[in-house]
């Protein structure tokens, strides 16, 4: 079974850029057909779809987020990574990594697999 396992700054300041990694344990980031995900929740808020990089190293970017963010992986340890720049308050979330074999849900939060998450904190 696959195992996703977010790490990374639980406190980043206005303004600076959010780093995270997901390392995965059960299954290979290169395997065929398979989707590595990035989605959050602010407090009180929904899920929110960020972006994803497939098995073949396509990313897949939100629209809404596209300027500011982006995954990259290193398939030599198994790990795929976020980057959101110009951080505000208002991305003050838990961050999830999670995966999918479902290309037709990738662009959703609907993922079959997912990470515990992680609290970040936008705050000076």
């Known amino acids: 079974q696959v195992q996703l396992q977010e790490s990374g700054p639980g406190l980043v300041k206005p303004s600076q850029t959010l780093s995270l990694t997901c390392t995965v344990r059960?299954?290979?980031?290169?395997?065929?057909?398979?989707?590595w995900g990035w989605i959050r929740q602010p407090p009180g808020k929904g899920l929110e779809w960020m972006g994803a990089?497939?098995?073949?190293?396509?990313?897949y970017d939100s629209p809404s987020l596209k300027s500011r963010t982006s995954i990259s992986r290193d398939t030599s340890k198994n790990q795929f990574s976020l980057q959101l720049s110009s951080v505000t308050p208002e991305d003050t979330a838990v961050y999830y990594c999670?995966?999918?074999?479902?290309?037709?849900?990738?662009?959703?939060?609907?993922?079959?697999?997912w990470g515990q998450g992680t609290q970040v904190t936008v705050s000076s």
């Open positions: 999670a995966a999918s074999n479902r290309w037709v849900l990738v662009t959703t939060p609907q993922y079959d697999y």
């Open positions: 059960g299954d290979s980031i290169t395997t065929t057909l398979s989707y």
């Open positions: 990089i497939a098995y073949e190293g396509s990313n």
